[in-house]
C-alpha cells in the first residue's frame, strides 16, 4: 500500500518522519524526540520537558466526561510522563482552543480541576495560551527536573519486566462510562470509571526507582502494554516476552471485563502506571522489596535478545503479541 496521508502513516510513522527531519540537537539536549519527555541541561542540573495534548470527541467527550476531571486529567497525563523519567513536575503551561459558545461553567470546572491537580502535585501554572477552534483543544506542557533519570533505552537481554499497579481498569472505565455508569458512584465498576477520568501519576515511585538506581528502562503504560513494552524494548535495541497469566488485575476489571479482560489489561492503555525493567543483580536489592511494600509491582516477564514482543502460551511456546493498543490515526 502506498503511504499518502497521516492516517496512512499510523502516530509510530509520523514520530519516525519527525525524528528524521530534526536528527542533530545542540548540546545541551541530553535527550530529544522518542522517549517520554526531552531532557536539557542548560546549567547545572537537568530539566524534563514534556507535552501532551487532550482533543474533544477523540480524547473526551464534552458531555459524558466532567469538565472537572478533564481538567485533572489535561495535566495529569503530562505528570505522568515526568514519573516515567524518574524526575519532579514543578511548573505548566496551558494553551486552550476554546469554542465561542462554550459555556463560562465548563470552563471554571475544567480549571478548577487542573489547579487540583496542580495542588496536589506542586505544580504552579505559569502561562499559556488561548484561540478561538471548533471543538476544545486542551494543550499542556510541564516543566520538571531530576538527577539520576531513567529512559527507555536502557533495558538489556536478562533484565526483567515489571509494571506497578494493575492494567485495563481505564479502557473498561472509558467502556463503562459510555453506558451510562455514573462517575461519581460507588463499587468496583465506579472505580475503573474513576481510573479512566482521574488517574493517577506514580511520582514517588518513579523516582524512588531512579535514586536507588532499580530501573534500567521505564515507560508510562498509556497507549497499552502491547505498544509501550514495544516502544521501550525497540528504544533498548531488544525484544520482550510477558506471561498473559502474571498481568495484574483489579477486581473491577475481573468482575467486568467479561471476556475481553486480558484484551483490556494488554492493549487498553490510559492506566498510566510505570512498566520498567529490572537488571537480575538488582531484583533482590532490599530497595526494590521495601518499594514492594508500598507500591503493588508485579514481574510480568523479561527482556530478550530476539527482536518483538511475544507472550508465552500456558506449554511455554512464544506467541508473537501484536500491537493492539492505541494509535491516534489508526484508532
Known amino acids: 500500500m502506498k503511504i499518502r496521508t497521516v492516517q496512512d ?6 514520530i519516525g518522519l519527525i525524528r528524521k527531519v530534526f536528527p542533530a540537537r545542540g548540546k545541551s ?3 530529544g524526540i522518542g522517549d517520554d519527555a526531552a531532557i536539557l541541561r542548560p546549567g547545572r542540573k537537568p530539566i524534563i520537558l514534556t507535552k501532551d495534548l487532550l482533543v474533544e470527541d477523540v480524547d473526551f467527550l464534552r458531555d459524558r466526561h466532567p469538565a472537572f476531571f478533564i481538567g485533572r486529567k489535561s495535566l495529569s497525563v503530562n505528570l505522568s510522563d515526568i514519573a516515567a523519567m524518574g524526575g519532579t513536575p ?25 489547579a487540583s491537580a496542580g495542588r496536589d502535585y506542586g505544580v504552579d501554572l505559569i502561562g499559556g495560551d488561548i484561540s478561538k477552534s471548533r471543538e476544545i483543544v486542551v494543550s499542556v506542557t510541564l516543566i520538571g527536573e531530576g538527577e539520576s533519570l531513567v529512559t527507555r533505552s536502557g533495558a538489556r537481554p536478562g533484565d526483567g519486566v515489571y509494571v506497578s499497579g494493575t492494567l485495563g481498569d481505564a479502557a473498561l472505565g472509558l467502556a463503562l462510562l459510555n453506558t451510562g455508569v455514573e462517575p461519581r458512584g460507588r463499587g468496583s465498576e465506579a472505580a475503573v470509571v474513576k481510573a479512566f ?7 514517588v515511585l518513579g523516582r524512588e526507582l531512579a535514586r536507588r538506581r532499580l530501573a534500567s528502562a521505564m515507560i508510562d503504560v498509556s497507549d497499552g502494554l502491547s505498544v509501550d513494552l514495544r516502544h521501550l524494548a525497540e528504544e533498548s535495541g531488544a525484544g520482550a516476552e510477558i506471561d498473559p497469566a502474571a498481568i495484574p488485575l483489579s477486581a473491577g476489571v475481573r468482575a467486568w471485563g467479561g471476556s475481553d479482560t ?10 498510566f502506571q510505570l512498566l520498567f525493567t529490572v537488571r537480575p543483580s538488582r531484583r533482590n536489592a532490599a530497595g526494590l522489596g521495601f518499594l514492594n511494600r508500598r507500591f ?10 530476539k527482536k518483538g514482543i511475544f507472550k508465552l502460551e500456558k506449554d511455554g511456546r ?3 503479541l501484536p500491537a493492539c493498543g492505541y494509535d491516534h490515526f489508526k484508532a
Do not use: C, H, S
Open 296 to 305: 503493588p509491582l508485579t514481574r510480568i516477564g523479561r527482556i530478550i535478545e
Open 90 to 114: 514543578r511548573a505548566a503551561l496551558l494553551g486552550l482552543g476554546l469554542p465561542g459558545d462554550l459555556g463560562l461553567d465548563w470552563i471554571r470546572a475544567f480549571l478548577k480541576g487542573f
Open 9 to 14: 502513516l499510523g502516530e509510530r510513522g509520523l
Open 29 to 31: 539536549v541530553l535527550l
Open 262 to 271: 486480558l484484551k483490556y489489561a494488554l492493549n487498553g492503555g490510559e492506566d
Open 197 to 203: 477520568l482521574d488517574p493517577t501519576p506514580q511520582l
Open 318 to 320: 512464544r506467541r508473537a
